[in-house]
């Protein structure tokens, strides 16, 4: 390992006339700051003829993977056993649960709980309803929004009215959102995902998997119901809340205009985004699509290599980590922007999530590194969150989990990579607990 690593990417070669320190200037504003050697706090540097991502170690993490690994899991733990409170940089108690007798009255934000889910998960997803209404919802009543691409059955929607006191929709995906598109050839998918099945990759031909990540990466947020909305919080089957949560998440991401939150940092399967990048980068050097790169973005955690370097090769310069989107909280208008959807409409027209495996949730934090400022990106720390085997455990009064476990299985432990978002994407870890 050297003190800093470069990475270059062929396809980022027609970008060089572009994305220069000038024409960066002028789309940022040209501040004082701007130019790109300050993209990152820690040396992200593009210079005129060459365009290039240049890391400088933050930190005494040069060496050996594993002896980075190492340190970061410890790093991670040590702050996770901290006793961790509620954030301090927002006005908590003006976020508190009404009176019981005036919640009808509750000014609510403008969000929905939002839980794809399929008939026969009904159990499932029942039990993940009553833990989030014991922790959360029973004192602030957000309405469900429950998607499909089935019609939903009455016992469906009987026993979910049954679980909360919340105003509940039950919406059908219309087909054009939810099937894969007709550019994609039929066999040429299936060739690569028995290719891919071969590998032991999960749900590699399970084309109803492929739609999934297709709906959640890039159209649930062109549903009509989900039109009025700002915020959602996405839940799942079998989840599980370990805190109680006693201030209005959704106010706490108005008021501090965060765009996304999460609980969880881990790394991807690389071998079902092996172009994620790339593409990302032919995306980036198509017209002008550059501009749509925010100068605060979260680059360094997007394209570590440190902690774990097979995984970033194999995905062409990616880190692989992600935020964990079976738990996010997001603002649909970061979604429907032209950035996001520009870029998602690209990445579709590769049909690549057929040929490929590509997950919503890589897609959304590649698209929320580069188009967001990374300071609007929240770890909701103090929220305890499991689906299964991974976990997000504070030090919490109401915790019903070991304070700064990630996973029951000591094989996993390799997989988390939150302490690169802490390392290189947090001003301070410590200042809003
Ligand atoms: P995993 O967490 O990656 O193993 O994937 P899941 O099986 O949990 O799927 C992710 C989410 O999409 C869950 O909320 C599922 O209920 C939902 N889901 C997956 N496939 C389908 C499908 O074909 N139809 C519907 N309606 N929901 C699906
Ligand atoms: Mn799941």
């Known amino acids: 390992m050297h003190e800093s690593k470069e990475f270059i990417s062929s396809s980022i070669k027609t970008l060089n006339d572009k994305l220069d320190l000038d024409s960066w200037k002028k789309v940022s504003g040209g501040q004082e700051g701007n130019d790109l050697s300050t993209l990152d706090k820690y040396g992200y540097v593009i210079k005129p003829q060459e365009v290039k991502f ?64 399929r008939n026969s998960e009904i159990a499932n997803i029942g039990r993940s309803i009553k833990r989030f209404e014991k922790r959360f919802n029973s004192k602030f009543r957000y309405p469900y929004t429950f998607i499909n691409d089935q019609p939903f059955t009455e016992k469906f929607k009987e026993k979910m009215s049954s679980l909360s006191q919340a105003e509940m929709h039950f919406v059908e995906i219309p087909s054009s959102l939810w099937e894969k598109p007709e550019i994609i050839d039929s066999e040429k998918q299936k060739k690569l995902m028995d290719e891919l099945a071969s590998k032991n990759i999960a749900y590699a031909k399970m084309e109803s998997y492929h739609n999934m990540c297709r709906f959640y990466s890039g159209t649930f947020y062109k549903l009509p119901e989900l039109q009025k909305f700002k915020y959602y919080w996405r839940i799942e089957p079998d989840v599980d809340f370990y805190t109680d949560i006693n201030y209005d998440i959704f106010k706490y991401m108005r008021q501090t205009k965060k765009v996304y939150g999460f609980t969880v940092n881990l790394y991807d399967i690389a071998e079902t985004i092996p172009t994620l990048w790339p593409e990302t980068l032919n995306f980036l050097n198509m017209g002008d699509n550059y501009k749509y790169v925010n100068r605060n973005g979260a680059f360094q955690w997007l394209l570590d290599d440190l902690q774990n370097p097979a995984k970033n090769a194999e995905a062409g310069g990616y880190s692989c980590c992600h935020f964990w989107s079976n738990f996010e909280i997001g603002d649909l208008d970061f979604f429907r ?37 990374k300071k609007d990106i929240h770890w909701f720390r103090d929220i305890g969150y499991v689906h299964d085997p991974y976990m997000n455990c504070p030090n919490r009064e109401s915790a019903s989990c070991d304070a700064g476990k990630f996973t029951n299985f000591d094989s996993l432990l390799d997989q988390n990579c939150m302490t690169n978002w802490i390392d290189y994407s947090m001003d301070d870890p410590n200042a809003i607990y």
């Open 54 to 117: 240049k890391f400088i170690n933050p930190k005494n993490k040069q060496g050996d993977p594993k002896e980075i690994l190492k340190h970061n899991t410890e790093e991670y733990e040590k702050l996770m056993k901290m006793r961790i409170n509620e954030p301090k940089n927002a006005d908590i108690n003006s976020m508190r649960p009404p009176a019981e007798g005036d919640i009808d009255k509750y000014q609510r934000e403008n969000a929905t709980i939002i839980a794809l889910v």
């Open 337 to 373: 922007g032209e950035a996001y959807d520009s870029w998602f409409n690209y990445l579709d027209s590769t049909g690549k999530f057929y040929y490929e495996r590509w997950g919503d949730a890589p897609v959304h934090s590649v698209g929320l590194a580069l188009f967001a400022d």
